[in-house]
């Protein structure tokens, strides 16, 4: 991906001002002074200053940068090569470019230089490392040529920053529980509910109504009495995660530190959706925001992309207004993971209300301990401040698991084989849920 070019003109430099300066003033004071000597200290500035004018390049080079990959996964890396147009007359190449946000240069300082044909083709390339997903700006870089000698410099020339999009690492995660309600047509989770399928469920006695290819004669002709093969519907599992991004709890110190409730949210929704998406199942992403967005059921690579880049483009507004209540687009027979801190009554109202529809709603605390170890001082007024929302947040994750919503922090993989397997067990149970 290229950059915009800069043309750049050649100046002289303050060493063959000051070079020339010194031989002419040399050779001026020892003709007015009748002293010889002073003409063999200047001579070395003269031959200096003679092989610098002489050494003026007459091209008038371009700068421009290059980007290798314009879309990575944070915690990635490439490289930003600087390409010169018409360098004749160049010997070396100084680039230096402006520390820029979640972003990590190599080499620390962003300062890199090397003379040209060395053969060393990485000389002056930048290594750069987006340490956080979303949005990122490669910071404005100068650029200067000197010639030989170092009597001639082009630049420095100012090159504008470079955008780069930068997709969320997907946290480790797997689990080879099944989904308590699927609801499809194809995939890798075959539904709970007894149907015409192909995987057997078990086999009982024979009821009326039941078809009579189903009896199963060997077990009938041992028993005396007819029994029949029941087997689970052909259905896979449509998953809703819902992401909280009303607001962003903690301050987010990139891929390789501590991460706010916002970074924990998305990287799990990413390590969500892949794992079913791998599955085969049917996923939709919701966003609750002050610009709420929803991705469809899909499945699929590029449903996949799709939803990664929908949790990339997330942004949190704090100067607007709380909505006075949120809707979460999931049908009858679906299992939501409603991602969020669960500090607002809206997400906490939608949960409840998605459990006495008759959903099955698995929520993922995102944050936990790693906030609370942050305050510092416990008599801090900040600190008092979160203990006292950190109460009205317990009273309200009480009254959700009252209704029977598990909630569970994120751990990575296994985080839910047990509140699947439970919920699972649960599912099984017959329950009227009102639409």
Known sequence: ??????????????????????????????????????????APFAVAGVLGALARPTSSPRVRSTLDHALLHEGQGTTVRLVVEDPDGAEHVTRVAAQAPYVALEPRSGAVGGLRGTGDPGLVELAVGPRRWGRREIGAERVGLTSAWAAWRAGPVDLPSRGMFVLPQAAPY??????????????????????????????????????????????????GELHVVTSRAEQD?????????????????????RASSLDLGVRAASALASHHVRRGDRVGLQVLGTRPV????????????????????????????????????ATTGSVVYLLSPMLHTPVVTAAATLMRRGLTVVVIDTVGEQQTSRLGDRLSVKSLAWRMRQVERDDRLERLAALGCPVIGWRGPGTLDVVLRRVARRAQVPRLGAR
């Not at 300066?21 to 063999?40: E, F, I």
């Not at 709970?192 to 024979?206: D, M, N, P, Q, Y």
């Not at 599992?237 to 530190?257: H, K, N, T, Y």
């Open 237 to 257: 599992a449509g998953v809703w995660i819902v992401v909280d991004a009303l607001r962003e709890v903690g301050v987010s110190e990139g891929v390789d530190g």
């Open 174 to 223: 797997a689990t080879r529980e099944e989904m308590p309600q699927p609801d499809g047509l194809v995939g890798a989770h075959r539904s709970r509910k007894v149907g015409s399928g192909t995987e057997l469920e078990g086999i009982r006695a024979f009821t009326t109504g039941d078809r009579l290819r189903r009896i199963s004669w060997p077990v009938s002709l041992r028993t």
């Open 294 to 329: 929803c991705v469809g059921l899909g499945a699929g690579r590029r449903h996949l992309h799709r939803m990664t880049g929908t949790l990339a483009r997330i942004q949190v507004d704090h100067r607007s207004h709380l909505p006075a209540e949120v809707d979460v687009s």
């Open 1 to 42: 991906m290229d950059g915009a070019c800069g043309a750049v003109t050649w100046q002289p430099t303050p060493a063959l001002v000051r070079t020339v300066l010194v031989a002419v003033g040399a050779l001026a004071t020892a003709l007015l002074t009748g002293r010889p000597a002073l003409v063999v200290l200047g």
